[in-house]
């Protein structure tokens, strides 16, 4: 069950803020990940969305030959969202950068809850992520 406090949290962000409650209570757990744990896989099947209650995470995805755009994930930011908009893989590896507590949600669920300002708020939320995509730092790893 989540608390008052993580439901605050979730209505807060703008993809969730047209959500009920109990919708949200429904599709997300609340769970406490210790430092450098990976979430999901770039390329895995996309199940969860992750909502950093408190904590860092962050997403790498592989560019091309040893270049990787890194983005930092913090507190009231969600990661894992592709499969919202209809991705059915993870576009980066997701992991805690330190001690976490995130919000997990059943993305599937919530896709099938969804209702017209969902949409539009998911819309909105991937034009925001295209976006910082395109200011993302890149990082070159040498081997």
Known sequence: MLTPDALDTLTGIGIFSRCERAT???AF???KVPAACILALEDEPAQYVFVVQRGLLSVRTYVS?????TELI?????AGEERLFGRPRYL????TLRDSEALVGDAAFLRAQAS????????A???RR?????????????R
């Open 24 to 26: 949200l209570a429904a």
């Open 29 to 31: 757990v609340s769970l």
């Open 65 to 69: 030959r040893s270049v990787y755009a």
């Open 74 to 78: 913090a507190a009231g930011e969600v």
């Open 92 to 95: 980066g590896t997701i992991r």
């Open 116 to 123: 017209a300002g969902f949409a539009f708020d998911i819309a």
């Open 125 to 127: 939320a991937a034009y």
């Open 130 to 142: 295209l976006e910082s995509a395109r200011n993302a730092t890149l990082t070159r790893f040498y």
